[in-house]
């Protein structure tokens, strides 16, 4: 009978230290998407194109040019 | 004598007790039967049912709605935990309260930016009250509940410092404004964009279990044998490009302040695959204002104007009743058929067919069509509905609507319907469907089906792979599909479409510009578009751009308002992989990079004068003047363009040098 209760009380504490591991499981799933949504968001070129207006910097509005180089100089190789 | 009372006594004494526990057995008996009789005439069951109900439960084990992904695999939508706080002012101690309130309410006053005097009296007040449970603050994410759970007080937990967290699963979307609308949700009942269409994947299946409870706020699971498990809902990667939805989303809300325009659409789609890689709706929800609610592009049909000019010249170039040495007189640019008149900006003369096309001539595609088709408009209409323009699109968003394109049997029909239809009146049709068409010109004449679903997956595995449905396998013949692609190329080169080009890019498109709601007094109303492919010469997008009811007073044609959105999308969409530029633009001679890079000039401070700087590089300036021991202010980027002080003025150490750069 003991036994019985002893053994009883260990799946309790067992059980409560499950719930708490289930619940940090969840905290985490969430921090790890609210990273990811502020790493989305950061990345967007209208978030960075506002962030780098402060240095003076714009976006390109057009498409840049593609440059064909060949160079001419003896100190580098044709390209 | 004696003795015999000693006797008496001691038997009364007896008998008392012995009569004592006899009353005291009888109550017991008595308590027992009746007891007895009041359980026999008690519903056993009731008090079996209290006992269980109260200790046993069946718990619903919660399946994980699926994610919602962007075709790169990023993340649009996802379930994210929200806290909210409660306060139990009566397990606070005096002395845990009276020492630490002023830190507490400073940092709470910090975090919401109200004053600390506000806290402070809400919280005297409700520890006078003894309030267990005080709301503090609802919906809290992580971050928040990160910095609130550590503040003074709170960090002591729920059993001394009152701090009591209820954390509740809320469905977020990744990026808060762009794509809102499109993204939708799938909340009490209520279902829209891609959260909505897509919820028979995204919801999962709930599970169930018994629970006992093993105090008042644990249960542990019993009958494991019983325990039926949830099935997560699957993860749905749309056909969305983030990038691609953000450049547009910037785009048309950029262009729609600008014009202070009521709504706007943008559709980018993949031309080979048909599959969605942006879909933009913008509405005017107070002045500057727009947010992306209502999905204007499946859900509205309009009367599109002048960009259905190409579904119009394409039927009549199929037929080969056109080509390119096809020319037709616009005279004036006012022409009178069936008593109505059609009328142009301005007259031209004789206009080839690419010319109808470049300059959007209402009076040359009228003349045209009506010319091959007037007698037998039942052959033009017959290739739009080849091409699917009289069909309800099935696609896997709901609320596409059908399109309606008034036809010979429809009284409203008469002798000047044809030629209305022509340049894209009398005809409601959807922005989705325009773009298909538009696509479909782009793929060669293949005309493929509109697709959201990138794939489906499940635990890491690929259940659905979308594939590209063709709907139409040849909508014209190659050399008409060669023509209009020369036609539409030559509108962005020299038509009404020249604003946008650049050579950097070559693009394709037709302007519409269309009045609407005209049947009603007051001021003019517009629709500004533009639908093209770009690069023209191997299509990989075809793009739509609608704006609806910019202030005429700024601007309202297609040219203009809509056209600039198309060019900045095409533009950005492959910023970092510039295209091959026509050849005869390429250079084909030898540099000398030593001579394209402009030497750094040094300067130097002589009998303490301020040298000239003004058209020099600043960053190679402003190094060598702070390095002299000046503090340089400046502005700006680029070449030097004023300075001060002025060359010649003297200057000492320290002193503070201002530069205006400029490129």
Same mark, same amino acid.
């Given at each position: ?79 | ?72 695999? *990023? ?31 400073? *940092? ?26 005080? *709301? ?528």
């Amino acid at each position: 009978m003991m036994v019985m209760i002893y053994s009883n009380h260990l799946v309790n504490k067992k059980i409560e230290i499950v719930n708490a591991l289930k619940e940090e499981t969840e905290e985490y799933k969430s921090r790890n998407a609210y990273a990811q949504s502020k790493l989305i968001k950061v990345k967007m070129e209208s978030e960075l194109g506002k962030e780098v207006a402060a240095d003076s910097l714009m976006t390109l509005e057009s498409h840049p040019h593609k440059l064909l180089i060949k160079l001419d100089s003896t100190d580098a190789k044709a390209k | 004598m004696q003795k015999q009372n000693e006797y008496d006594n001691k038997r009364k004494k007896t008998l008392r007790w012995g009569y004592l526990f006899a009353v005291v057995a009888l109550c017991v008996f008595v308590l027992f039967i009746g007891r007895i009789i009041v359980l026999q005439n008690t519903n056993v069951q009731e008090i079996k049912d209290d006992y269980i109900n109260n200790n046993y439960r069946t718990a619903t084990l919660k399946a994980a709605r699926g994610n919602l992904y962007a075709s790169d695999g *990023s993340i649009l939508a996802t379930t994210v935990m929200r806290y909210d706080i409660f306060l139990d002012f009566k397990t606070m101690k005096d002395t845990v309260y009276t020492n630490n309130i002023g830190a507490l309410t400073d *940092s709470l006053s910090k975090m919401f930016g109200k004053p600390r005097a506000e806290f402070r009296k809400r919280f005297d007040e409700q520890r006078k009250k003894e309030n267990q449970y005080y *709301s503090l603050v609802r919906g809290l994410d992580f971050d928040e509940y990160d910095r609130i759970r550590k503040f003074p007080i709170f960090k002591k937990g729920k059993n001394k410092g009152g701090f009591i967290v209820d954390r509740n699963y809320k469905r977020e979307l990744a990026t808060s404004e762009i794509g809102s609308g499109t993204i939708g949700m799938d909340k009490n009942g209520l279902k829209s964009g891609l959260e909505g269409a897509f919820s028979k994947y995204l919801t999962g299946t709930d599970g169930k279990r018994l629970e006992q409870r093993i105090n008042s706020s644990q249960w542990k699971p019993i009958d494991y044998w019983k325990v039926k498990e949830p099935i997560d809902g699957q993860d749905v990667y749309t056909t969305l490009d983030l990038r691609i939805q953000d450049i547009a989303h910037s785009a048309l809300e950029k262009q729609l302040i600008h014009f202070e325009a009521k709504h706007g659409t943008v559709i980018v789609m993949e031309v080979e695959t048909g599959k969605v890689r942006a879909l933009v709706n913008l509405r005017q929800t107070e002045p500057g204002v727009y947010e992306d609610a209502y999905n204007y592009a499946i859900k509205d049909n309009i009367e599109p104007g002048s960009t259905f000019k190409t579904i119009s010249l394409l039927a009549a170039m199929d037929d080969g009743f056109i080509d390119e040495k096809t020319t037709v007189n616009v005279g004036n640019g006012v022409w009178v058929y069936a008593k109505q008149r059609i009328s142009d900006d301005h007259g031209g003369g004789a206009y080839e067919i690419s010319d109808v096309l470049a300059k959007s001539s209402n009076v040359g595609t009228a003349k045209l069509i009506t010319k091959y088709y007037a007698d037998k408009p039942q052959i033009f209409l017959d290739h739009l509905r080849r091409w699917k323009l009289f069909d309800k699109m099935e696609i896997e968003l709901p609320g596409i609507t059908k399109p309606k394109i008034v036809t010979p049997d429809n009284k409203r029909w008469n002798a000047a319907t044809l030629a209305s239809i022509s340049y894209g009146y009398s005809t409601n049709i959807n922005l989705l469907q325009l773009t298909t068409f538009y696509n479909g010109v782009a793929n060669k004449g293949r005309m493929v089906k509109p697709l959201f679903i990138d794939k489906i997956m499940k635990d890491g595995k690929t259940i659905f792979e979308a594939k590209e449905e063709v709907i139409v396998k040849k909508m014209a013949s190659e050399k008409a599909i060669q023509m209009m692609t020369s036609a539409l190329t030559k509108a962005v080169e020299k038509g009404t479409a020249r604003s946008i080009f650049t050579p950097n890019l070559k693009m394709a498109g037709k302007t519409g510009t269309a009045r609407f709601e005209y049947w009603l007094p007051g001021p003019r109303k517009y629709r500004a578009s533009f639908a093209g492919f770009y690069p023209a010469d191997k299509p990989k997008y075809t793009c739509y751009v609608m704006i609806s009811e910019p202030n005429t007073s700024i601007g309202f044609y297609g040219s203009t308002v809509a056209a600039p959105v198309f060019k900045e999308i095409a533009g950005k969409t492959f910023l970092k992989t510039p295209q091959n530029i026509e050849k005869e633009m390429l250079v084909d001679k030898k540099v000398n990079l030593n001579k394209m890079v402009e030497p750094n000039v040094k300067i130097a401070v002589k009998n303490k004068q301020m040298p000239s700087v003004v058209g020099l590089i600043g960053k190679n300036i402003i190094p060598q003047l702070e390095n002299l021991g000046y503090r340089v202010d400046y502005k700006g980027v680029g070449r030097i363009k004023e300075q001060f002080p002025l060359e010649g003025t003297t200057i000492s150490k320290n002193q503070r040098i201002y530069l205006s750069l400029q490129n």
